[in-house]
């Protein structure tokens, strides 16, 4: 799971964000949109086309324009279509998934290797 995270909070996480440019974008179903508000700034990218800009505000802080979203991405961009990014100090962190399978049959594997492929 990857997490984007500023002054303490967590602002949005998931498990399935899209790397672009080294930026990771966050499904907007994972976004706290509670903590976001829109502004008046908009950016063009000659190939991804134009961004929209959020600020982010928790406990009194403002982080200006640090949110950023391509509502209408080019077609070359259409894998970040309903997507935001993070910049301005945000700070992303991956933190572990395990697998329920994997770790809930580890016991049983080790058990059956130390009996020497055994099975009870």
Known sequence: MTQAIWNGTVIADSE?????????????????WELLKEIDRQTICHWKGTANYYDIVVAGRTNRAAVW???NPSPAANNIKGHVAFGGG??????????????????????????????R
């Open 16 to 32: 399935a964000t899209s790397v672009v440019e080294g930026n990771h974008y966050f499904p907007t179903d994972s976004v706290r």
């Open 69 to 71: 979203q391509y509502r």
């Open 90 to 119: 945000v700070k992303m962190k991956r933190t572990p998934t395990e697998s329920r399978h994997a770790a809930s049959s580890a016991p049983g594997l080790l058990r059956r290797l130390l009996s020497g492929g055994q099975s």
